[in-house]
């Protein structure tokens, strides 16, 4: 172990260093729920720093379903889905999301971490498969095609030109190619280009994959994501995703063609080998869908936080880059004072994110932001009010 050990040291170096900075605002112990605003350190602070969207974690509705579910099944169902983890609130949930993205079926893993793992996995493990993947594909993506053993070629982060080229220059390939990317980069809060990917991929034979973590929900008038946003339904052949953003749960799914999603049921090795998504958490996740298709007006609140958001932030002169989704950066391009920044935002009362080497390259820290459907315009404003007091003293706007 003495190679790893030197590796492990070097790493946690880093970690030690933050950590005695008095800088680091990462682990802070939390006591409360993840709604607009939380108890972070024994203090009520401005939830900007969660991916619980529509605050669907803390509404009623979905702690009474789990609440139900928990009293029938207890805490957890004892297998795999494979075994005796599959229930009926398993079965509708696969319905649901079928429904949801227009395919025949659809499969729920324990994670959004393992669907896009198991499902790549299972699509990509034979012999000269190729996984053409956007420059800033989320770890899973990667990690899954590693756990697949395919080949891997990267194009332009949303370049659909650079993506023709590879297309073209892999034609060769002696297995079967899958472009997959993120809906929504969370990082930076630009979408896929779907459009253009359908016009390149469908001529070439080349299979559409997409990740709709921070979309699902999110994106199109109904919530249904990337296909719904562009008007292209059908145009991904694959969706996978995760329960951690719209519903604020965990877990994650697949869906796609039925014979597609009955292979992964058997062969994709993430899912067959774990434990099935508890059942009170299933029960949530329902619940979930359910305000989002009988509650329009959560997702109506969201674009309206998003849009003002931005706005304001764009005219007190903060840097926002691409962003149009509720993942919000402000660039700030220095380690130190990113880090400095957020230490000094949650002293004031706004938790955010900041986010440095390696999860981004040198140069483009940043703060990212996550907004809610349930932040009130007061929330926003005093946000935007520490934001700007704050900005001014890290001379990041004037």
């Known amino acids: 172990m003495k190679g790893a050990s030197e590796r492990i040291e070097q790493q946690l170096a880093m970690v030690r260093m933050l950590q005695a900075s008095g800088l680091s605002t990462y682990c802070r112990e939390v006591t409360s729920g993840c709604g607009p605003t939380m108890i972070v350190e024994g203090r009520e602070v401005i939830n900007c720093i969660?991916?619980?969207?529509?605050?669907?974690?803390?509404?009623?509705?979905?702690?009474?379903?789990?609440?139900?579910?928990?009293?029938?099944?207890?805490?957890?169902?004892?297998?795999?889905?494979?075994?005796?983890?599959?229930?009926?609130?398993?079965?509708?949930?696969?319905?649901?999301?079928?429904?949801?993205?227009?395919?025949?079926?659809?499969?729920?893993?324990?994670?959004?971490?393992?669907?896009?793992?198991?499902?790549?996995?299972?699509?990509?493990?034979?012999?000269?498969?190729?996984?053409?993947?956007?420059?800033?594909a989320h770890r899973s993506i990667i990690d899954g095609c590693a756990l697949a053993r395919c080949k891997m070629r990267s194009f332009k982060h949303n370049d659909a030109n650079d993506l023709a080229i590879l297309v073209d220059s892999t034609k060769g390939c002696e297995g079967h190619r899958m472009v997959i990317v993120d809906s929504v980069y969370s990082m930076d809060g630009d979408v896929a280009p779907l459009p253009r990917m359908v016009e390149i991929c469908r001529p070439a034979g080349v299979t559409i994959m997409i990740d709709e973590a921070h979309a699902m929900g999110i994106l199109g008038k109904n919530g249904r994501g990337l296909m719904e946003h562009f008007d292209l339904p059908g145009g991904a052949d694959v969706v996978a995703g995760t329960f951690s953003k719209f519903a604020g749960a965990v877990g994650g799914f697949c869906a796609a063609d039925r014979d597609v999603i009955e292979y992964l049921r058997y062969f994709s090795s993430p899912y067959v080998f774990s434990a099935a998504l508890p059942p009170a958490t299933t029960a949530a996740v329902l619940a979930s869908f359910e305000l989002l298709h009988s509650e329009p007006q959560w997702l109506e609140r969201l674009w309206e936080n998003v849009r003002y958001m931005l706005a304001e932030l764009k005219k007190l002169g903060f840097d926002t880059g691409t962003s149009c989704t509720p993942c919000i950066p402000i660039f700030v391009r220095d380690t130190e004072k990113v880090l400095r920044l957020c230490r000094a935002l949650l002293d004031r009362g706004l938790y955010c994110s900041p986010v440095i080497h390696p999860g981004v390259p040198l140069k483009q820290e940043r703060i990212r932001m996550g907004l809610m459907a349930s932040h009130t315009r007061e929330h926003l404003d005093r946000a935007l009010e520490i934001l700007q007091k704050t900005g001014k003293e890290f001379d990041l706007i004037p």
């Open 50 to 136: 969660s991916n619980s969207y529509m605050g669907f974690s803390v509404h009623p509705k979905v702690i009474e379903a789990a609440r139900a579910a928990l009293s029938e099944y207890g805490m957890g169902i004892g297998g795999s889905p494979l075994a005796c983890g599959t229930t009926r609130l398993h079965n509708r949930l696969a319905e649901v999301l079928a429904a949801h993205y227009g395919k025949e079926d659809a499969l729920v893993f324990a994670s959004g971490y393992k669907a896009l793992a198991g499902t790549i996995q299972g699509l990509l493990s034979g012999k000269g498969d190729m996984a053409l993947l956007d420059s800033l």
